[in-house]
């Protein structure tokens, strides 16, 4: 049975002192992995009595990007390093420089098998979880933004089949890929995602922070926030954009109620009912989308921004990497 976003509730808060960045779970297990400002990735036993969690150092860095892949755990950070370890001994397999520059998320296939990761050298690297080598190199963002600035690639996801993979940028711009061929299939644009301040500041802030790809592919879902009137803070409404992508047409643009801040995370029903998105500004958010309606479900606050999250196997519960906390966030069967 699908679960019903009208019962969802934070059941479970675990407070941290680090600001925890990334989120992942191990596949039928209650165990999740994240990792955040303190250059560290933690693994922790959600079901234990007292949940302890555990450290593994390695980065030197904020970790942004998690990633569990069956017995291997593969971490992302501001250092431009990926390091790959065994699950069960929690020692290093490998670490590769593998950018530039910061990265800023990495994604797993839906069969574990790839991963990629987004940074801000602009490049998104698409890697083999067993061997380490890379695949291939997607580079379809500028380095500089339009007024002649450096740009960030914040955002990647691949499609439930696995065969497509998009990313997204600091301007707005989003490409979707063809994985086996490295083909750049679409072009979209969300500019109102991204500010730029010609005379205050002369700076720029936003970007498309999250996307997701609904259960059939059909349709790409875009987060991040609306249009910013003090650069200084991220003050705007958080934005959700949709789109047909093979036709190159939004069909759907939710630009925010009261909730301002940055979407960072996007998933779809499976069954293509509703749209979760999640993140925040100073206090987080989680609110569920009505696709037909237009129109939101049900939205609550949590403390602190939320950075990431990802739900367990039967969809029942959402875990939310935040600003000094770790949610869990339950909602019951309809």
């Excluded at 420089?97 to 990265?103: L, M, Q, V, Y």
Aim: hydrophobic share 40%.
């Amino acid at each position: 049975m699908p679960a019903d976003p009208n019962q969802v509730k934070i059941a479970n808060t675990i407070g941290r002192e680090e600001i925890d960045f990334c989120i992942d779970r191990a596949a039928g297990s209650t165990k999740i992995y994240f990792g955040g400002s303190d250059g560290k990735a933690y693994e922790l036993d959600i079901a234990a009595e007292k949940p302890e969690a555990v450290a593994m150092e390695g980065h030197a860095g904020f970790v942004t990007g998690i990633a569990v892949c069956g017995n291997i755990l593969i971490t992302g950070a501001y250092d431009g390093q990926l390091i790959w370890r065994d699950v069960t001994t929690r020692e290093i397999i490998r670490q590769i420089p593998a950018h530039d520059k910061w990265i800023r998320k990495i994604a797993s296939s839906p069969d574990k098998k790839l991963i990629t990761s987004v940074a801000d050298d602009m490049k998104c690297h698409l890697w083999n979880v067993e061997s380490g080598e890379l695949v291939r190199t997607f580079e379809g963002h500028e380095l500089l933004t339009p007024q002649h600035y450096p740009s960030m690639l914040f955002a990647a996801a691949f499609s439930p089949d696995g065969q497509l993979l998009a990313t997204a940028d600091k301007v707005g711009h989003i490409v979707v890929w063809d994985v086996n061929t490295g083909n750049q299939l679409a072009a979209l644009e969300a500019p109102l995602m991204y500010t730029w301040d010609p005379t205050q500041r002369r700076h720029s802030i936003g970007g498309i922070r999250s996307l997701a790809f609904s259960a059939d592919g059909t349709l790409l879902a875009a987060g991040g926030t609306g249009q910013i009137n003090n650069v200084d803070h991220l003050e705007a409404l958080a934005r959700i954009e949709i789109f047909d992508w093979k036709a190159g047409e939004r069909t759907h643009e939710f630009p925010g109620d009261e909730v301002k801040g940055l979407v960072e995370f996007l998933a779809f029903d499976p069954e293509g009912k509703w749209l979760v998105a999640v993140g925040g500004d100073h206090s987080g958010f989680v609110k569920f989308i009505d696709l037909n309606e237009k129109k939101i479900i049900k939205q609550i606050t949590a403390p602190g921004h939320i950075f990431d999250a990802r739900f367990n196997d039967t969809l029942d519960t959402l875990y939310l990497a935040a600003f000094r906390n770790v949610l869990v966030c339950e909602f019951k069967a309809s």
